[in-house]
């Protein structure tokens, strides 16, 4: 079984490269939506022990709570990677044998029977990951018991988690584990892979006039 941790800026802050597509009104809750659609789908996993999310925004924080996360502050407060690596201490302090895994929190799309594949390839590891769908960034980083995740994510986190030494899980049918949301495109892209409630129900009602009506199309 796998603790997940996710990571989520305060949401003032989150997905900047969204602001063209669904202006900065909608951009956070956006942000939001992406979260909790990504725990929803993380907790109903058969491999899954549970959701740490590592997070300062107090709203985020009380809405991924009441959907079954466990919160933790950005204690470090010195950006992804020490969030991350924060998160996997922290759980580990009080199972020090369990199984971690970084996911992105971006990610509405996601298939918990995916998610389940993906963990199960990765349980024959010590390290593995999971790249985007761009085949440039990472969407999830697995440790197996005893072995530090080291993330290294942020930009082009693939090529870095491969020089690491963990093995890259080459799956097919896992797109919605790769479908990380940052451009107007990519929220595009998830919207034809079927989104989960939170962000379908704020695109359907909420996305701004004109050009960015298109975003739930195709």
């Avoid at 909790?36 to 993380?42: E, I, L, M, P, W």
């Avoid at 020090?96 to 024959?124: C, F, I, K, W, Y």
């Avoid at 949301?181 to 909420?206: F, I, K, S, Y």
Wanted: aromatic share 2%; glycine share 10%; proline share 7%.
């Amino acid at each position: 079984m796998w603790t997940l941790v996710v990571p989520l800026k305060p949401l003032s802050r989150a997905k900047s490269r969204l602001s063209d597509a669904a202006g900065d009104a909608l951009r956070p809750g956006l942000a939001l939506a992406f979260a909790k659609d990504t725990v929803v789908a993380a907790l109903a996993g058969r491999r899954v022990a549970g959701v740490t999310v590592v997070t300062d925004d107090p709203l985020a924080g009380r809405e991924l709570a009441a959907l079954g996360a466990r919160v933790l502050p950005d204690t470090p407060g010195r950006g992804l990677n020490a969030a991350l690596a924060h998160g996997a201490r922290t759980v580990r302090e009080s199972r020090p044998r369990a199984s971690v895994a970084a996911l992105n929190a971006d990610l509405p799309a996601l298939r918990t029977a995916d998610l389940d594949q993906v963990l199960e390839a990765a349980a024959g590891f010590p390290r593995a990951f999971l790249a985007d769908a761009a085949g440039v960034g990472t969407t999830l980083l697995a440790a197996a018991p005893g072995t530090d995740l080291a993330p290294a994510f942020g930009g082009a986190s693939r090529a870095r988690h491969r020089a690491s030494g963990a093995y890259e899980i080459e799956l097919p049918g896992v797109d919605s584990v790769r479908r990380d949301v940052d451009t107007g495109e990519d929220l595009r892209a998830a919207l034809a892979l079927g989104v989960g409630t939170h962000t379908a129900r704020l695109c359907g009602t909420a996305c701004p006039p004109g050009p960015r009506a298109a975003l739930p199309g195709t």
